[in-house]
């Protein structure tokens, strides 16, 4: 697998099922996220790019922490550090917290908390283009929300909030299924949320992992509940 050019300044790798993303500014290039199966992705980045590489984590989901042990620093939402174990005891935590602004040169970046799939979910808003590094909680694939420190109520809630961000998104880049979608996928996802915490879906009883989980198909996405 190679990179896959988005724009001239704009790269997503797909890593069996998953896919983390290159954005490269004037002054240096940031990973959202350092993939699964690869465990190389700074040195995957450097084929693209002569630029000091960091690294940020839209979370700590182990499909998405691949390379981490290849960073001295990281940037992530500090609640998400409930989910994360440092590589090694160096690893410096550089704390981005909602409405914070990356600047990789030029090339502004805006934080959207969105907690629910995890505590410290955190998409990034690049604000000249208006696209959106969503993470995992805008997808039209499956959405874990089984397992400790995940809540649909506050997933639903933050969803709702990112649609005050409506006007400034122009297309959403998730980190699993369709690549890139429509920010019209964010309200179908609110109401099949709301529909699945009123029980108004039946659900496929699955086993994920070992777990037992309930598989809500709300038509855009799979929401994967707990029993």
Not at 176 to 184: A, I, M, Y
Not at 192 to 210: K, N
């Amino acid at each position: 697998m190679d990179w896959i050019k988005i724009d001239d300044k704009t790269y997503r790798y797909e890593d069996k099922g998953v896919r983390f993303f290159l954005l490269i500014g004037t002054e240096y290039a940031l990973l959202l996220d350092s993939g699964m199966q690869v465990h190389n992705a700074k040195e995957l980045a450097r084929k693209l790019t002569d630029l000091p590489i960091k690294l940020f984590n839209t979370h700590t989901d182990p499909d998405h922490i691949g390379s981490n042990e290849e960073f001295d620093e990281i940037m992530l939402n500090p609640a998400e550090l409930v989910n994360y174990h440092k590589p090694h005891s160096s690893q410096q935590i550089i704390p981005v917290y909602d409405g914070d602004i990356i600047d990789i040169g030029g090339r502004p970046l805006k934080a959207i908390a969105l907690p629910g799939h995890t505590p410290g979910s955190t998409a990034l808003l690049d604000i000249n283009s208006g696209m959106l590094f969503s993470g995992d909680p805008v997808q039209d694939g499956r959405i874990f929300m089984f397992g400790q420190m995940r809540e649909l109520s506050a997933y639903i809630l933050s969803l709702k909030r990112l649609l005050t961000f409506s006007d400034k998104i122009t297309s959403i880049y998730p980190c699993h299924g369709t690549c890139p979608v429509g920010s019209d996928i964010i309200e179908k996802l609110i109401e099949g949320a709301e529909r699945t915490e009123r029980h108004e879906i039946e659900p496929e009883p699955l086993e994920m992992f070992g777990h037992k989980v309930m598989a809500y198909n709300i038509s855009v996405a799979v929401l994967l509940c707990d029993e």
